[in-house]
């Protein structure tokens, strides 16, 4: 018994020092070079422009500050800004791939999932070394990073590589050969840069994704607000055609012509509209080949988009 309690303890304390150890190595070397031209493109296709700029309160473009309430507190979107001091001025791009993929700063500390680097993570390496060249050519501005407003225990950053561990997949996006380019075009949007995911999938207690009800709405989304289904169910976008689709993400219509509000309305200013009609068609398509899946927002909940 004495030997089994003995291994108990030393088994407790190699998952704490997992836990709150950076093991961290050096962030990758990465020879690509970045076209800031695509990159500015990149930028649409990830949407960054609404979650890092502080508007409502008059921020700069790109210098963080907006508050994200969510129902683990409240974070604040750093500076993505070339600011040396406050911003990723002094980013290798190496460090950057990093974060986008593993969320991780140039430090080794744990990103919180705010940041929506599960789905970037499916980025393809060229896309996020194009958005760092772009990023680079912004005006920097020093605005230092707000902090953000979390009870215990998720304050405790180190806990994040346990979160990681159950629902980080960092593996690049892989297209489907049994598909048609323009599928696999709109799965890669939909599933990386887009993240679409990370607002329209219930989460479990534990924040994860519930992978079984993708893209079927969120009851509890970002600042409180309920997100809509977009899988082809009755109760999501099953009367909605291609063109619907591709026509909402460029205008901010509905079929109705209703209009989107809320962060879907942002969605469309800041990065829908900006892409090219073909994409936006490519997000229809694959959209509407997805499982029905019925909505996880009930009925007297009133979706915000």
């Known amino acids: 018994m004495k030997k089994i309690g003995v291994l108990l303890i030393l088994l407790v304390l190699a998952g704490l020092a997992w836990l709150f150890i950076p093991w961290h190595g050096a962030a990758p070397e990465v020879d690509a ?12 296709m990830g949407g960054c422009v609404a979650c890092h700029t502080d508007e409502k309160n008059g921020g700069a473009v790109l210098a ?9 507190g409240t974070f604040h979107s750093p500076n993505i800004t070339p600011d040396p001091e406050t911003g990723i001025g002094g980013w290798t791009i190496g460090e950057f791939v990093r974060a986008m993929r593993e969320g991780l700063s140039p430090d080794g500390q744990h990103y919180y999932p705010s940041f ?34 979390l ?18 997949d ?23 840069p887009g993240h679409c995911g990370e607002c329209h999938t219930p989460r479990n207690p534990l924040g ?35 063109n619907d689709i591709a026509f909402a993400l460029e205008s901010g219509l509905t079929p109705d012509y209703d209009s989107f509000g809320g962060g879907m309305g942002e969605v469309v200013d800041d ?5 090219t009609k073909e994409d936006r068609e490519a997000i229809a398509e694959f959209l509407l080949s997805l499982p029905p899946v019925e909505s996880a927002v009930k009925k007297d909940e009133t979706p915000s988009e």
């Open 208 to 242: 994860g994704p519930d992978d079984s009800r993708y893209l079927a709405g969120n009851p509890v989304g970002a600042e409180g607000k309920s997100t809509p289904n977009i899988t082809p169910d009755e109760t999501g976008i099953a009367d909605w055609s291609a």
């Open 170 to 192: 960092a593996e690049p996006f892989e297209p489907d050969p049994a598909k048609p380019e323009s599928w696999n075009r709109g799965a890669y949007l939909v599933q990386g």
């Open 271 to 275: 990065a829908t509209s900006k892409l």
């Open 116 to 149: 929506p680097y599960p789905s970037y993570a499916k980025m393809t390496e060229q896309d996020v070394v194009d958005l760092k060249a772009y990023l680079d050519t912004v005006q920097p501005v020093n605005a230092p990073f707000k902090g953000h407003d």
């Open 33 to 44: 070079v970045g076209d800031p031209t695509r990159g500015e493109y990149v930028l649409a």
């Open 64 to 72: 963080g500050g907006r508050a994200l309430a969510t129902p683990f």
């Open 151 to 168: 009870g215990f225990p998720v304050n405790i950053r180190q806990t994040l590589a346990g979160w990681k561990l159950l629902f980080l």
